[in-house]
Nanobody
Framework: QVQLVESGGGLVQAGDSLRLSCAAS????????MGWFRQAPGKEREFVAG????????TTADSVKGRFTISRDNVKMTLYLQMNSLKPEDTAVYYC????????????????WGQGTQVTVSS
């Protein structure tokens, strides 16, 4: 099963940008649809963005649409999340996720999780 390691989180001010990365290990990265979830303190883990195996299609949550962009590099086996115009409500631990297909981005459909990276946005 694919193993995932996130990086790129940090403390930024409202309006700033960050790019998260998720490095995958194992020979089957291209077999997985990939996504990003986040979890704020006291809240449930929620879907942020997902991308198909080939990278040809993607979907984003309404709360980040127009600000966040998901992409993947299947040669480098890396998933990215470009986050622009960050808001304090984007503060959360961000998790990389691998899934069998790019439909139904529910927490219980995820096959493999990364350890998470903290993003904190100050006002």
């Amino acid at each position: 099963q694919v193993q995932l390691v996130e990086s790129g989180g940090g403390l930024v001010q409202a309006g700033d940008s960050l790019r998260l990365s998720c490095a995958a290990s194992g020979p089957t990265f291209i077999n997985y649809a990939m996504g990003w979830f986040r979890q704020a303190p006291g809240k449930e883990r929620e879907f942020v963005a997902g991308i198909s195996r080939s990278g040809s299609t993607n979907t984003t949550a309404d709360s980040v649409k127009g600000r966040f962009t998901i992409s993947r590099d299947n040669v480098k086996m890396t998933l990215y999340l470009q986050m622009n115009s960050l808001k304090p409500e984007d503060t959360a631990v961000y998790y990389c996720a691998a899934k069998g297909d790019s439909r139904n981005w529910y927490v219980n459909r995820v096959l493999s999780w990364g350890q998470g990276t903290q993003v904190t946005v100050s006002s």
